[in-house]
């Protein structure tokens, strides 16, 4: 069997787990990671060993063993939660006797296409098997010593349960299994891929298997006439040094032409983290000896619409809440987009006319994520429109069917 088959055999089998069985792996799981930290470290320095250290996605890449605790800590969450399965989410009575009940099911086998980012491995398997799934995972090169020590971490507990340890599916490195992966009809349900904007429009433009786009994030905070300057400090800050690799750091402040005068203001902390900043011709000569120059460059076209993931950020001046709106929806990925303002008027406005999954007022958009939403964790943030759109946790990796049930009725 190959490894589409043995999947797709896996997923079946999952059917007929108890949810008892599941939390146990899990549970089991959190406690082997954390015993596993040394070889597991000893695989993440081999990958950041190739990496340079300015690159932005080293932080990504890069475990401790404080992360780990924390990634054990995640799984252990993910067993407590109750089981997206089984549940009647619709039951009709028919007048010719028949129950028709729609209930939640898997999806069945669960394809993941990510960068370097090692915790995606485990995060994944936890909330795939949580729901039912079966996943192939196909990390990338640069993770591929980190990916390959924790998915055999992965496999010995699956087998020391009964599973099988086919529930999880590391492909090679290479192109060839990522075409494969993404011509899978049959075998594979579904396809997230998790990275950049070109990993997502490559998936998307050669899957043949359904994709739920995830990730990108060009995120805006648009600070109107009337947003408060101490809110906005602390916002903007937070969102885009926070951890400026993540999908929900901050790329653009769109500005009110009115608060100019602020603009200085509201920068100055990020001087302290070396924030680049490309100011357009308006926000240019405010910045200009109130923000250091070496980190101070003027807007091209370029520097709006990018997803920078790393300490840079783009200022855009607007005359009003309408072409800040106009801005962002030219420019966004519909992740996360945030209005800083007192005014309920502009609030509202903004929360009806951006298109966006997560639309954030006076709050940093470092918040979307499963668990900051209370969904227990995550596998990725959908910014598409069907099926799934935000943070997709536990009920988004299911699908549902309807059971009938009848005694001998037929149709006329």
Known sequence: MNWKEKAL???????????????????????????????????????????????????????????????AADIRNVAQLPS?????????????????TRVSVPFGVIGIIYEARPNVSFDVFSLCLKSGNACVLKGGTDALHS??????????????????????????????????LLNAVGYVDMIIPRGGKGLIDFVRQNARIPVIETGAGICHTYFDADGDLEKGKQIVFNAKTRRVSVCNSLDCLVIHAS????????????????????????????LAGGYPAELLQPATDE??????????????????????????????????????????????????????????????????????FGLGAEIGISTQKLHARGPMALDEL???KWIIKGDGQVRG
Do not use: W
């Open 147 to 180: 990916n390959t020590a924790i998915v055999k971490v992965i496999k010995e507990v699956l087998v020391r349960h009964g599973l099988h340890p086919d529930c999880v599916t590391l492909l090679p490195a290479g192109r060839e299994s990522t075409a494969e």
């Open 84 to 100: 997206p399965l089984g549940r009647i989410q619709q039951e009709l009575q028919r007048p010719n006797g028949m129950t028709i």
């Open 259 to 286: 608060r100019l005068g602020d603009l200085a203001g509201l920068c100055a902390p990020l001087a302290s983290r070396n924030v680049l900043i490309y100011a357009d011709e308006q926000s240019y000569p405010y």
């Open 303 to 372: 520097s709006f619409g990018t997803e920078f993931l790393d300490y840079k950020m783009a200022v855009k001046t607007v005359l009003s809440k309408e072409e800040a709106v106009e801005h962002i929806s030219v420019n966004s990925s519909k992740h996360s987009e945030c209005i800083i303002s007192e005014n309920e008027e502009a609030v509202r406005y903004f929360d009806t006319m951006v298109d966006a999954a997560c639309v954030y007022t006076n709050v940093s958009t470092a918040f979307t994520d499963g668990a900051q």
């Open 398 to 400: 299911c699908s549902y």
């Open 9 to 71: 055999a896996a997923s079946r089998l999952l059917n007929l787990t108890n949810a008892e069985t599941i939390n146990s792996v899990l549970n089991e799981l959190a406690g082997s990671a954390i015993a596993s930290t040394d070889s597991i470290l000893e695989a993440n320095a081999l990958d950041l060993k190739a990496m340079e250290t300015s690159n932005p996605m080293y932080d990504r890449l890069m475990l401790t063993a404080e992360r780990i605790a924390g990634i």
